[in-house]
Each structure stands twice: as C-alpha cells, then as structure tokens.
C-alpha cells in the first residue's frame, strides 16, 4: 500500500505512551485511565509509533486517515491548563492561567 496522505499526532504527559499492533493494524493507548485504550485502524489506514509519544497516521484515502486521527485525539484531547493530551504535531494549543492571587 501507498500511502499518500499522513497525519502526525504528539502525545504529551507524564506515563502517556502509544505502541503499534498486528502490523500497524490495531494501537494501544496508556492514558493515564486504569485500562489501556485500543483503536483499530479502518482498512485503509496504517499506523506507525515514533519514540513512543508521535503517532504517525498514514492511508491513500485522506478522509479516513484525518478521522482516524480524530479518533485517537478524542481519546485524551489537549487541556488549556497543563497542555497535556494528544494534540496534532502543528498544532498550537492556546494556554490559560490558572487562579491568580491578589
């Protein structure tokens, strides 16, 4: 298969690690919750772990590649707070302060 169209996830926390299955078939996700969370991938797409925080999506059709990825993203999206999560590599995720002191 050819891939044609990638989508590069980053995965920031203390313990958050991501690992590849059944030749890029199935991913399992340690996101702090008491289980482990597994996506299986759509046919089309494949999946790919870098250094264990960067996720790599790659596929030939560009729909079911970038729905993919939003299903891996929904599973821990990005906190204003503490900027932990999984967040898009090119994404920019605006901070908030927390309560301030007098």
């Known amino acids: 298969m050819e891939a044609k169209f990638f ?7 203390v313990s958050f690690k991501a690992r590849a299955e059944a030749e890029g078939r199935v991913l399992c996700l340690k996101l702090g919750y008491s ?17 264990n925080n960067v996720v790599c999506c790659t596929g030939i059709d560009k729909d079911r590649v970038h729905q993919y990825a939003t299903a891996i993203r929904s599973c821990k ?6 900027g932990k999560g999984i967040m898009y590599v090119d994404e920019v995720i605006r901070r908030k302060d927390g309560k301030r002191s007098k």
Request: proline residues 17%.
């Open 7 to 13: 989508r590069f996830l980053k995965i920031v926390g």
């Open 35 to 51: 289980h482990e969370v597994e996506l299986t991938a759509p046919p089309t797409v494949r999946v790919f772990c870098f250094k």
């Open 77 to 82: 999206p990005p906190d204003p707070y503490k």
